[in-house]
């Protein structure tokens, strides 16, 4: 709902413009900024994240999450940029209901050197979800109490995430 895609392109545009790089010319394989948008991963290799979302499978949903999360590295792997900038949601609601199919390993690969959450005024976050379920296959509707609670649970798996990865 925050608009991810649209925000790390701009971040990272930003941080090209800063560091005076230009990427016109450049390929994935070859690009000092990497920005990577997870869900995108899911669809690329699914289609849909709404069948994943949908799924009351846990283990197809860690199967799915692990899948894309390869996928990734492996792209980083084969692209050697200096910086990938990984927009993802740490957590999830559907059907009432928070969880994750984060895997740890997957993210201790990936190596993350900072973790940034971003949010967005919880107004434009409900407008944008409502405009977009209206013409989509997925009906979410989501409450604005449901939104403030799905914003608390997405900071808490944020600094959880923080707190594994960088002890200290």
Known sequence: GTGKERAIQRIADYARTKRGWQESARTEHKAHILPIEF????KRGHGSIT???????DQL????????????????????????????HLSLYRHSNYFTFTDWGELRRFGPDAIITVIDDIYDVWRRIRR??????????????E??????????????????LFPN
């Open 147 to 164: 939104l403030f609670a799905w914003r608390s649970v997405e900071c808490f798996f944020a600094e959880q995430l923080s707190r594994n």
């Open 61 to 88: 949903r860690a199967a799915l999450w692990r899948e894309a999360f390869d996928a990734i590295n492996t792209r980083i792997a084969h692209a050697t940029p200096d910086h990938v900038f990984l927009s993802i």
């Open 51 to 57: 069948t994943v979302l949908d799924s009351f499978n």
């Open 132 to 145: 977009t379920t209206a013409t989509s296959e997925d009906r979410t509707l989501l409450t604005l109490k």
């Open 39 to 42: 869900e995108a991963e899911i």
